[in-house]
């Protein structure tokens, strides 16, 4: 009891106070800030179908932080306003987050469909194409949780080969399955990470881009990228990107042309 | 005797009779009188290249596939290498010709040629006389060979005289209603698979046209009602020669009878021109029986929802609409650039090999007498120490210790295995001489007697600083 009542005399008075009063504090403010997100999402949702449409995506655009619906919502608003680029954009900023949402897969497809761009941004070789989506069919988040229990039960099947040696060949087998899941997941989530930091994806919203040899305004135009095109920045430099198309081709596209997938 | 004349002028010309004498006797033939004139129908020979142009089907049919050949003569002695191009010019016409040339060598009037054909048709789009030319055939002279053998050539140009050609409008008089553009002269052939069959059951309705002409100017074949079946859409394929002057049309439609009350195909129908006939006609199959009974269920007609099958519905497209709600808030940094994914990565792997590592010591305690004495020789004599009271116990725990570390009996163990044991080991100087002292001042006390108390707590802390020095010195 004394050793209780020395410990309770050890502390600051009033020190527990505070630490409580600010967890309600930031829980109330989180509330509060939600309930305020979804007030803003509800009046640009009403806006929509009003048939405001660019006033509906200006409203979408200011909600923060941002969930796959904004994203969605948000290419919808700009589809009925006839932007198709910038509806895929946000479409495939909404896939990224729900990957196997049937919905923001439907309208990615109609609207590429519709700028014919469906084939352009699609991996020319079976092999890529298989990759492609096997590695975009969950998120990043999913990947790593996925690794990380074909891990764990990669190593206790190993542990149990150990240590239960009388149930080997049960833990060998789970061991087997594990590794392979693990190396997949890894594979999946090794490949997702890098190639959004080394190879960041962006699309194409102002049809009829030209991308040049150089990143010159009188150089030569290699090829020109239809809107709702899928590309990879290669290079960053001023007002130019360069850009590599689905089937290798790169050129220099003015950097107002495109938008990155992932926001800046 | 056979004699072989050539006349190289015109003119009257007389072969004198021939005499001969045989054992006295003559013998005489007859005169015989040549007339050489001028062979104006045969232009061909008073050059030794030349080219024509053979068409035998004026006058020709609006839309009519007729064919049309450009001939070049080039006689046997003329060196002729190959062909390296033709032109033409033949507006209207619809002219299209092989790439591949017909060789072959003919006489003509005596005189041996090798004759070149460029086959192709003509397929008039405009009616009136068109022309077909002037047209030129590109040809190589064979000239002699350089030094090497390969063969010299020289370009020449032969030119094609022009021919018209007359192209008639297809005849207003007698043209059926249903004419849709056949010209050609066609076959209809007709089947079905099968032909007796339930209801709900495919039917593989099978139309074959085939003839000469243009296919692709065919059409296809009218049907008679096809009330009564579901029906798909046709496949259909076409084969014809390179010129396209004739060929076959396999057109293949499923239908399904809806009811029992289906009890024929439909007739089939197929209305041409025919320009050798100069008329119209008419291909017709007559409509195939068939035998519909009930299916394995007893029905005797589909029914979909309670009513008759409809037409296929054609679904619209458009964008889903808008999400209602926010959905989960996802997280501003990636899960696999957190600490806490790393620590799950790493702790798993730390834990396994610290694992491997426990069951490894614990195997080798078991197994090897040596090593766990070792092992548990320092942490065993400072127990025995803590709570030594006297000489003897001191002296015990300093000899349980030495037993232990060096796998030897501990209870035999005095002063001299300083010098057996410890010095061979590496252990000299103060280390082993505080060793020997400390069994000596055991020893003596034990046997002799004297002052203990502080003495033995004196030893006992030295004996301590010992195994301190032994474990630094990994004995």
Redesign the interface.
């Known amino acids: 009891m004394s050793l209780r009542r020395n410990n309770f005399s050890q502390q600051k008075p009033g020190s527990r106070i505070p630490k409580a009063v600010c967890f309600c504090l930031f829980l109330l403010c989180a509330q509060l800030s939600f309930a305020g997100t979804t007030s803003d999402f509800r009046a640009a949702n009403k806006l929509y179908d009003e048939g405001k449409f660019p006033e509906a995506a200006a409203a979408y655009e200011k909600i923060t932080p941002k969930t796959a619906n904004v994203y969605y919502n948000l290419g919808n608003a700009w589809f009925r306003e006839g932007k198709l680029g910038l509806a895929i954009l946000n479409y495939e900023r909404a896939r990224r987050l729900t990957p196997r949402d049937p919905d923001v897969l439907a309208n990615l497809r109609f609207a590429e469909q519709r700028l014919g761009v469906e084939d352009v941004n699609t991996p020319p070789r079976a092999i890529q194409r298989f990759l492609h989506s096997v590695v975009v069919s969950h998120t990043p988040t999913e990947w790593g949780a996925f690794e990380l229990v074909a891990l764990w039960l990669t190593l206790l099947a190993v542990a149990g080969c150990i240590f239960l040696p009388r149930a080997r060949t049960a833990f060998l087998v789970v061991a087997i399955i594990g590794f392979l899941g693990f190396g997949a997941s890894a594979f999946a989530l090794g490949y997702e990470a890098i190639t959004r930091h080394t190879a960041p994806q962006a699309v194409v919203v102002i049809d009829d881009s030209e991308a040049r040899f150089a990143p010159l305004p009188e150089s030569t135009v290699h090829f020109k990228l239809a809107e709702g095109t899928k590309i990879v920045i290669r290079e960053d430099r001023d007002q130019w990107l360069l850009v590599e198309r689905a089937d290798g081709q790169q050129g220099w596209v003015k950097s107002d042309a495109i938008v990155p997938i992932t926001p800046r | 005797m056979v004699w072989q004349v050539t006349p190289n002028r015109t003119g009257q010309f007389k072969i004198p009779a021939a005499e001969v004498e045989v054992d006295g006797k003559k013998y005489s033939t007859e005169p015989i009188e040549i007339t050489v004139e001028n062979v104006t129908a045969q232009p061909e020979l008073q050059e030794r290249l030349y080219a024509r142009v053979q068409f035998d089907r004026q006058p020709v049919f609006l839309g009519q596939t007729a064919p049309l050949n450009v001939v070049l003569f080039a006689r046997a002695d003329f060196p002729l290498y190959g062909l390296s191009g033709f032109q033409v010019e033949a507006e209207g016409l619809g002219y299209r010709h092989l790439n591949k040339v017909r060789s072959e060598s003919r006489g003509i009037n005596g005189v041996s040629f090798n004759v070149v054909t460029i086959e192709g048709v003509v397929t008039p789009t405009r009616t009136g006389k068109l022309a077909f030319g002037p047209a030129a055939i590109k040809c190589q002279k064979r000239v002699g060979e350089d030094w090497f053998g390969r063969v010299q050539t020289e370009d020449i140009t032969v030119p094609v005289d022009p021919l018209d050609i007359e192209v008639l409008p297809l005849p207003e008089e007698g043209r059926p209603a249903d004419f849709a553009g056949a010209i050609g002269q066609w076959n209809l052939a007709v089947t079905a698979k099968p032909t007796e069959l339930a209801v709900g059951d495919p039917i593989t309705f099978t139309i074959k046209i085939s003839g000469t002409g243009n296919i692709d100017t065919v059409p296809a074949p009218k049907l008679g009602s096809l009330e009564g079946f579901k029906t798909y859409d046709p496949t259909t394929k076409t084969t014809k020669d390179d010129l396209n002057t004739s060929g076959q049309r396999v057109i293949q439609q499923v239908l399904i009878p809806k009811s029992t009350e289906v009890k024929e195909l439909p007739d089939v129908r197929l209305t041409y021109f025919d320009p050798v006939a100069k008329a119209y006609k008419v291909a017709m199959q007559p409509p195939i029986q068939l035998m519909v009974k009930a299916n394995s269920g007893g029905q005797t007609e589909i029914v979909s929802g309670g009513s008759r099958l409809r037409p296929e519905e054609k679904l619209g ?16 940094i ?3 650039a957190t600490s806490t ?1 790393w620590m ?2 790493i702790i ?2 730390l ?2 090999f610290g ?2 590592g426990w ?1 490894w010591r614990r195997d080798k305690l078991r197994g090897d007498v040596a090593y766990a004495r070792r092992s548990r020789a320092a942490k065993s004599a400072r127990k025995l120490l803590a709570s030594a009271t006297s000489y003897d116990e001191v002296q015990h725990a300093l000899q349980s210790y030495l037993g232990d570390r060096l796998n030897i009996p501990s209870g035999g163990i005095t002063a001299s295995i300083v010098d057996e044991q410890l010095v061979p080991r590496g252990v000299n100087g103060e280390l082993a001489a505080d060793t020997k002292a400390c069994f000596e001042v055991c020893d003596t006390v034990r046997f002799a007697g004297g002052d203990a108390d502080n003495g033995v707590t004196a030893t006992r802390e030295k004996v301590e600083r010992l195994i301190d020095e032994f474990e630094k010195k990994q004995l």
């Open positions: 497209q458009d964008i889903v609409y808008l999400k209602g709600d926010l959905g989960p808030t996802a997280a501003t990636p899960f696999y994914f799950l990565n798993p792997v834990g396994l694992g491997i069951k």
